[in-house]
C-alpha cells in the first residue's frame, strides 16, 4: 500500500473534548472521526485495526468449533418481555416503534434472539452441544458517553452463545471459551489478566472478564502474586482481619466529637487509628403491592470498618436486599436514627433496623462509632456488652491491597485493569423464561444449559492504546497495527535512487504477505516520522540517499531509542525473519 493511495488524516492537537489517551490519540491519528455523542465514524486506518482483531477472533472462535451466523441490530420487543428484560434494563435499552407503532429494541445484546433460534431448531440431544456467534453492532444508550471507544453509545461486539445438555456439558463448553478468549488475547499481543467476576444483571452461574492491563482503565483487578487467584473488585472475597473478638478492655464512652462527621476526623481527634473506628451505611428495601405502591420500607444498617468501603455488589447478594436497595433518605434516616448522616451508629435506635455487619466489623472490640446525636460518638464500643449481636456477619467491604489472598497462599495486590471480554454461565436463565427445550434420550423436554461469551471488539483498540503508548503516539503490537512496517523514504520525489529501493523493499514485503505502507507524500521527515509514530506503525525502515551511498539503510522499532543501520540488500531478510520469529 502506498500512501498517496490512502487517507491519512492526523492532527497535531486533540479534540477539546477527548479526554484520556487512548481517546486522544484516536482522534489525532486519525482512527475515528465524532459524528455525535458516542458515535464514532471509523476512518480507513482505525477499520484496518478492527478487521485485524475480528479476524484474529474469528480464526480462534471458529478452532474453538463455534459457528458463526449473523442477528439482526433490531430486534422485536416481544422477546425481551418473555425475558423481562424489557422493563428491566432501563433507558440504555434503546426502545423503538415502526409504523405500525409495534416495540423494538436496537440491540445491546443478543441473548433472547439467539434463544429464540435455539427453541426453533435445536430439539434433540444429538443436536447438542452448539455454539453460535456473530460480530455485530451493538448500541447501549449510555447517560454519559465519554472516553471515545471505551464507553460509547455505538459499538461492535463479537458474542457466541453456547447450547448445552446439562450443566457438566455446559461447563466443559464455558472451559471451551474461556481457552479460546486466552489465546485471542495472547495473539493480540495484549497484557491482560482472566479474573472471576460478578454475573451482573446477564445473570448465571460463573463469570470471568478478561481485563487489559493499564494505569487509566476503570476496573480495579485483585490477584495474588503467590497463586492463580485473581477476581474483580466486586467478586474478591474479603477474609476478616481479625481472627476472634478480643473481650472488652474499655468502658462505653460517649466522646464529645463537635464537627467531626467523618471516620477520619473523628481518628484524628481523637488520636485512634482509623482501623478502631466503625462507619454506618443506611439502605432501604421497599415491598410494593400490585399497583405498584409502595406498601412497607425496611431500613438496614451496615457496618464496615473506618478504612473501608461499601462493596454494593456484595451487599445485593444478601437476603432481603437481592431484589434492590437504595440509599435512605434523610427523612428515613432521621425516623429511625434521630439524627442525621455523621453521626450514626448502631446503639440508642428510634426504630429497629437490620444491622449487617461485616466480617472485620464482628470480631471488633472497644470500637468508635457514632452515638446517634451530633457532635457525639461512643468510644470502647463492644458487641453483647452494649449492642445486641448483629442480625447478620457477611462480607460486604472491597478488599484492600495487602488483605490476605482467599485462597491462603498470600496477600492480595490491586491494578488496574479495561474489560474487554467477558464469559458466562448462563445455566437455564433464558431457556427457562423462553421455554426452550430439547428432547433428551427418553423423549422427554428438557431446558437448554446456556453459556455467553462476549469481546468488545472496538473497545480493544482503546484498551490497546492505553496499555501501548507514549509521548510520541500509539505503540501498536504487531499482530493488530494497521501496517506492520512503513517505509518512510526521504526525497521519495526527488531521488531516482531511493524511489527504486523503496519500491523494490515495498514489493518484496507486499509479495511475502506483509502488511506494509510505503510514504511517497514526499513530506519532509520531521512530519513524517511524526506522523507514523503517532499512528503507532510498530516497524520503520528509513531509506536516503545518504544511507544508500553507503549501502546502508535504517531500522528502527517503535519502542526503540534509536535506529540500527543494516545492510540494504539483507533488509527484506531482516524483516522476514524478525516477523517469521
Not at 88 to 114: A, C, N, W, Y
Not at 401 to 417: E, F, M, N, T, Y
Not at 428 to 444: P, V, W
Request: charged share 30%; proline share 5%.
Amino acid at each position: 500500500m502506498k500512501a498517496s493511495q490512502f487517507f491519512i488524516s492526523t492532527l497535531k492537537e486533540a479534540p477539546s473534548d477527548a479526554e484520556i489517551v487512548s481517546h486522544k490519540l484516536m482522534m489525532r491519528a486519525g482512527l475515528i472521526k465524532r459524528l455525535g455523542a458516542g458515535i464514532y465514524n471509523y476512518m480507513p486506518m482505525g477499520l484496518r485495526v478492527i478487521r485485524k482483531v475480528e479476524h484474529i477472533i474469528r480464526e480462534e472462535m471458529n478452532r474453538a468449533g463455534a459457528i458463526e451466523l449473523l442477528m439482526p441490530i433490531v430486534q422485536p420487543a416481544e422477546l425481551w418481555q418473555e425475558t423481562g428484560r424489557w422493563d428491566k434494563m432501563g433507558p440504555e435499552l434503546l426502545r423503538v416503534k415502526d409504523r405500525h407503532d409495534r416495540d423494538f429494541v436496537i440491540q445491546p445484546t443478543s441473548e433472547e434472539v439467539i434463544t429464540d433460534i435455539a427453541r426453533q431448531e435445536l430439539r434433540s440431544y444429538r443436536q447438542l452441544p452448539k455454539n453460535f456467534y456473530h460480530i455485530q453492532t451493538k448500541f447501549r444508550d449510555e447517560r454519559r458517553p465519554r472516553f471515545g471507544v471505551m464507553r460509547g453509545r455505538e459499538f461492535t461486539m463479537k458474542d457466541a452463545y453456547s447450547f448445552d445438555r446439562d450443566l457438566e456439558s455446559a461447563r466443559a463448553s464455558y472451559q471451551t471459551m474461556y481457552d479460546a478468549y486466552v489465546r485471542i488475547f495472547q495473539r493480540m499481543g495484549l497484557q491482560f489478566r482472566a479474573v472471576a467476576a460478578d454475573t451482573g444483571a446477564i445473570g448465571g452461574q460463573a463469570s470471568h472478564e478478561f481485563q487489559v492491563i493499564a494505569d487509566t482503565g476503570e476496573d480495579a483487578i485483585v490477584y495474588c502474586e503467590q497463586s492463580d487467584y485473581a477476581a474483580n473488585i466486586e467478586l474478591a472475597e474479603a477474609l476478616p482481619l481479625i481472627a476472634e473478638r478480643a473481650a472488652p478492655a474499655q468502658p462505653l464512652a460517649k466522646t464529645p466529637t463537635p464537627g467531626k462527621s467523618t471516620c477520619e476526623d473523628v481518628a484524628e481527634l481523637l488520636q485512634l487509628p482509623l482501623s478502631q473506628t466503625v462507619k454506618s451505611l443506611v439502605l432501604a428495601t421497599d415491598e410494593k403491592n400490585e399497583a405498584g405502591e409502595v406498601v412497607r420500607t425496611t431500613v438496614w444498617l451496615l457496618l464496615v470498618r473506618g478504612d473501608h468501603e461499601l462493596n454494593e455488589v456484595k451487599a445485593g447478594k444478601i437476603e432481603g436486599l437481592k431484589d434492590g436497595f437504595r440509599f435512605a433518605t434523610v427523612a428515613e434516616i432521621e425516623e429511625h436514627f434521630g439524627c442525621k448522616p455523621g453521626y450514626l451508629g448502631p446503639i440508642g435506635l428510634k426504630k429497629p433496623v437490620k444491622v449487617v455487619a461485616d466480617r472485620t466489623v464482628a470480631n471488633m472490640s472497644d470500637f468508635v462509632c457514632g452515638a446517634n446525636e451530633a457532635d457525639f460518638h461512643y468510644t470502647g464500643v463492644n458487641w453483647g456488652r452494649d449492642l445486641p449481636e448483629p442480625d447478620l456477619v457477611a462480607d460486604i467491604r472491597n478488599v484492600v491491597a495487602g488483605d490476605p489472598s482467599p485462597d491462603g497462599k498470600g496477600v492480595l495486590s490491586i491494578q488496574r485493569g479495561i474489560e474487554v471480554g467477558h464469559v458466562f454461565l448462563l445455566g437455564t436463565r433464558y431457556s427457562k423464561d423462553m421455554n426452550a427445550t430439547y428432547l433428551d434420550e427418553s423423549g422427554k423436554p428438557q431446558l437448554l444449559v446456556m453459556g455467553c461469551y462476549g469481546i468488545g471488539v472496538t473497545r480493544i483498540l482503546g484498551a490497546a492504546i492505553e496499555q501501548n503508548h507514549d509521548e510520541r503516539g500509539i505503540i501498536w503490537p504487531d499482530a493488530i497495527a494497521p501496517f506492520r512496517v512503513v517505509i518512510c523514504p526521504i526525497g521519495y520525489d526527488r531521488s531516482a535512487e531511493v524511489k527504486a529501493a523503496a519500491d523494490r523493499l515495498h514489493d518484496q514485503l507486499a509479495d511475502a504477505g506483509i502488511d506494509v505502507m510505503l510514504d511517497d507524500r514526499g513530506e519532509r521527515p520531521g512530519a513524517m516520522f511524526a506522523d507514523w509514530e503517532l499512528i503507532g506503525v510498530p516497524h520503520r525502515v528509513v531509506i536516503s540517499d545518504r544511507g544508500l551511498k553507503d549501502g546502508k539503510v535504517e531500522y528502527q522499532g517503535r519502542r526503540d531509542s534509536a535506529a540500527t543501520p543494516l545492510a540494504a540488500d539483507q533488509v527484506f531478510d531482516f524483516l522476514r525473519e524478525k516477523f517469521l520469529a
